[in-house]
């Protein structure tokens, strides 16, 4: 069977845990899309890890962790992030890369570097990982295939071509030192030399494995806000962050994937630009922060502040709707157990009108929240097991946002760890 885990709003919804969770029972983990601007946090036994690139089965010996073809591959920052797993005690992961997966060059994270520097106060608040740079390429068909690290002929005249443009961007757009054939060709020979272990045909191993009837997990990056076609364009990334995609990110069959878990966070946070209706500021927004997550709403990348706002309901309907869901896990709903009153956006104003359906982005730029208010439980719910033993505050609270998604909320996550979680009948 194979399920994906994904997200419902802008990323950081705490997938991490939750593909954990699952992956215990996984036999197979696979990175989808998205590169090393994702992070997602786990805690175990080992101890805690902020994940970038590697599937998040990484700490269940059993698993099979896979890369698939619709990732952007940073080589050096996987073998460093698989040294640093195996540095805090997990045996060596199984791990396989697809043959066909894109690599991230060192110029791709040069020029989005460069380019939010010439962007300067219009900057998108990339995490200056390459990811923009990379899919571009990758659909101008200058990208550079695993499989093609192994033709050295083949791959001297490809970089010597693709350099040319390069160069005239970074002389003349840029203004930055150019690029040297020979030095990227042999970084590229080292990078071939680290990835060699693991590469492998993936989409046949995982054909194989559906056909023996394993459990295979999608695991998703960011969440539907972040989707280039149906998130909050232009303030998106660069690759689809919808279960769909997995059958092409990863080469399983589009009919194969049979459940789909968006995850959704009792409350809102986001990382970088882009339209945010039920946003919150100031001493409001330091003080969820802090009590969000297991260490504070902070960047597992970049260590920057999240952005922080109340439930919203449209969105996160839409961002279900999106992923087509057919379960709702509802994370962090102990980070509220702090207030008297919990206010939850359950539609948007625009130009005097409220809806409740999600509008296109020069829509949402003008729309307001309208905002209810929930009571709060004022009580640590953390270590409850059981839906029922919840107080009847928080039981309400959960039960609205399910009624509102129109989904199973299936889950309810009330910590950081993996075994805090209440499973609803
Ligand atoms: P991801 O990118 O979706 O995997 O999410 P992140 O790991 O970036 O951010 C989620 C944060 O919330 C992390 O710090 C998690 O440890 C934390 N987290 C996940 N679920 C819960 C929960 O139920 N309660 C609390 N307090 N923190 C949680
Ligand atoms: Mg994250």
Not at 141 to 169: M, R, S
Request: hydrophobic share 35%; glycine share 10%.
């Amino acid at each position: 069977m194979v399920r994906a885990i994904v997200g419902a709003n802008w990323g950081d919804e705490g997938k991490g845990k939750i593909t954990d969770m699952f992956a215990s029972q996984a036999d197979i983990v696979i990175r989808f899309q998205g590169g090393a601007n994702a992070g997602h946090t786990i805690i175990n036994d080992y101890g805690k890890f902020a994940l970038h690139q590697l599937p998040s089965g990484v700490c269940s010996q059993n698993t099979m962790n896979i890369i698939g073809n619709g990732v952007a591959l940073d080589i050096p920052k996987l073998i460093k992030e698989i040294n640093s797993v195996t540095e805090k005690g997990v045996p060596q992961p199984k791990i396989m890369v697809s043959e066909r997966t894109q690599i991230m060059m060192p110029y791709h994270v040069l020029l989005d570097t460069y380019e939010e520097e010439r962007l300067a106060e219009r900057q998108f608040g990339s995490t200056k990982s390459g990811i923009a740079p990379f899919y571009s390429d990758k659909y101008a068909k200058i990208g550079f295939q695993i499989c093609e690290l192994f033709d050295e002929e083949y791959l001297k005249e490809k970089l010597t071509n693709v350099l040319e443009v390069k160069n005239l961007l970074l002389e003349h757009i840029y203004h930055k030192p150019l690029i040297s054939v020979d030095e990227t060709f042999n970084t590229l020979m080292e990078y071939r030399d680290m990835i060699k272990p693991y590469v492998g045909n993936t989409a046949k191993y995982i054909r194989e494995a559906i056909k023996d009837n394993k459990n295979i997990l999608l695991e998703g990056q960011l969440g539907s806000l972040k989707d280039p076609d149906f998130g909050i364009y232009p303030m998106v990334t660069s690759s689809s962050t919808l279960a769909g995609y997995g059958a092409v990110g990863a080469g399983i069959p589009a009919y194969e994937i049979k459940d789909i878990v968006a995850v959704t966070k009792a409350y809102s946070s986001a990382v970088g630009a882009g339209e945010f209706v039920s946003e919150i500021f100031g001493e409001e927004a330091d003080e969820m922060r802090k009590r969000g997550g297991d260490a504070g709403e902070f960047g597992a990348t970049t260590g920057r502040p999240r952005r922080m706002g109340w439930f919203d309901c449209v969105a996160s309907r839409y961002g279900c709707q999106a992923q087509g869901a057919t379960q709702v896990v509802l994370t962090a709903i102990d980070c509220l157990s702090y207030l008297d009153e919990i206010p939850v956006c359950v539609g948007y104003e625009i130009d005097g009108k409220v809806t409740k359906e999600f509008p296109v982005t020069p829509l949402l730029k003008k729309a307001k929240p309208v905002l209810t208010t929930l009571k709060g439980w004022k009580t640590d719910i953390r270590g409850i097991k059981e839906f029922d033993k919840l107080p009847s505050e928080a039981q309400n609270y959960v039960l609205f946002i399910e009624k509102e998604l129109g989904i199973p909320v299936t889950m309810v996550s009330n910590g950081p760890k993996r075994e805090e979680i209440i499973f609803r009948g």
